[in-house]
């Protein structure tokens, strides 16, 4: 399972398991026999989560260059919006701070050093995670902000028309919730919820 790789990286990668005769299999492949996934330690499936647009510009090229099936899931509440990843946002924010001191909570945070932004940074990925969605956003608004930055900017998203044309190609997609609340931190109901919105915006877009 991959998020985001270069293309010249997974060209490697891709060339290597082909090399060692991996048998690449498809999403399709897998909806008929899902037992087939097991049968050998040499059968694998490619898949991609969150529908970063590093998907389209380097993983497809490489996928249709060795004929490669993949499966791309899709938080599509960040597609075709000014919606940026909330935790691109932190990562590009803070370790771009543009101020050397913040506060919270009463307490000083320096980021001046390139370790302590990097050791901030981890720190609030791990809080963050914890939060409910309802929290989670608003929070990321405001520490973007304290440290001098909007958290909308350039889009790491992929778009509904890249979308659809790479599925013309015969790439296969599936959803990976709509807002990519946390399963472990969230009330069962409002699980649920983001789910159908990711269901109902998929089969709006691309079925």
Not at 79 to 86: C, G, L, S, V
Not at 139 to 148: E, F, P, R, T, W
Request: hydrophobic share 35%; net charge positive.
């Amino acid at each position: 399972m991959y998020h985001h790789i270069k293309s010249s990286e997974f060209a490697n990668q891709i060339y290597y398991l082909k090399d060692m005769n991996y048998n690449f299999l498809s999403f399709n492949s897998l909806l008929k026999d899902s037992s087939i996934l097991k049968a050998s330690s040499k059968n694998i499936l490619v898949t991609f989560d969150d529908g970063y647009k590093s998907n389209f510009f380097d993983s497809y090229p490489v996928a249709v260059k060795y004929n490669l099936p993949l499966i791309i899931y899709l938080t599509t509440g960040y597609i075709n919006n000014k919606r940026n990843f909330w935790w691109r946002s932190l990562k590009k924010s803070v370790l771009n701070s543009k101020v050397d001191t913040i506060y919270e909570k009463g307490n000083k945070i320096d980021l001046i050093t390139k370790h302590e932004r990097e050791k901030f940074y981890y720190r609030k990925i791990k809080e963050i995670r914890q939060l409910p969605i309802s929290e989670r956003d608003a929070y990321v608004d405001s520490l973007c902000s304290k440290v001098g930055f909007n958290k909308i900017g350039s889009r790491d998203n992929l778009s509904w028309k890249q979308i659809k044309y790479m599925n013309l190609k015969g790439i296969d997609f599936g959803i990976h919730t709509h807002n990519h609340v946390s399963f472990s931190h969230e009330e069962i109901s409002t699980v649920l919820e983001d789910v159908d919105l990711s269901i109902d915006e998929f089969r709006k877009n691309l079925e």
